[in-house]
């Protein structure tokens, strides 16, 4: 496949900006937390995040642009070193719908823009964190059947996502482009 590398928008740097960054994720499993009623643990893929045993967070819970619940993280599982993305043990802040696989988390504060992908050189196989855009906003590149279908970005709300069609996306410390189906990007 052959995608034209896009140019990045630095306007935002070149003019003193610097965004905050938004950290988010989606859910892969969960499994109630053996002897504490309430307490989950949550498995999914984190883009961002400060992964310490003192973490004190909360996260807000999406599933088909509806907030579901809010829950604070009271612990952090890292199950290996090469493990990137950590066990979340979880509590509700008020009551709240248990997460289910593919639903969306928000760590603290901002929104999410699902990014449908219609064409990609971005190598992975299985739902990944990866940077989006100009502005390199923390994002999740999830896979369908077989590639990457969508790209959930996660931001502030006032936020100026570049529209135009090719975007970069960075893996692993490389540059990839994205083609974004609908350049329209409304933020939920």
């Known amino acids: 496949m052959s995608l034209k590398q896009p140019a990045i928008n630095k306007l935002s740097k070149s003019m003193g900006m610097?965004?905050?960054?938004?950290?988010?994720?989606?859910?892969?499993?969960?499994?109630?937390?053996?002897?504490?009623?309430?307490?989950?643990?949550?498995?999914?893929?984190?883009?961002?995040?400060?992964?310490?045993?003192?973490?004190?967070?909360?996260?807000h819970h999406y599933r088909e642009k509806l907030l579901l619940g809010v829950w604070r993280v009271t612990g952090i599982e890292i199950m290996s070193r090469a493990a990137k993305s950590p066990l979340l043990l979880l509590l509700p802040v008020r009551q709240s719908v248990s997460p289910q696989e593919d639903d969306i988390f928000i760590f603290d504060n901002g929104v999410y823009s699902i990014l449908p992908i219609s064409e990609t050189d971005l190598p992975v196989r299985s739902s990944s964190a990866v940077e989006f855009g100009g502005n390199r906003y923390h994002a999740v590149a999830k896979v369908g059947q077989v590639s990457v279908n969508e790209i959930i970005v996660f931001h502030e709300p006032e936020a100026a996502i570049d529209r135009t069609t090719s975007q970069p996306v960075w893996w692993r410390g490389k540059q990839y482009v994205a083609k974004v189906a609908e350049p329209s990007i409304l933020p939920v």
């Open 18 to 59: 610097t965004m905050a960054r938004v950290d988010g994720g989606i859910v892969s499993q969960v499994s109630q937390f053996p002897g504490d009623i309430g307490r989950i643990a949550v498995s999914g893929v984190w883009s961002g995040g400060r992964w310490t045993p003192g973490t004190d967070l909360l996260v």
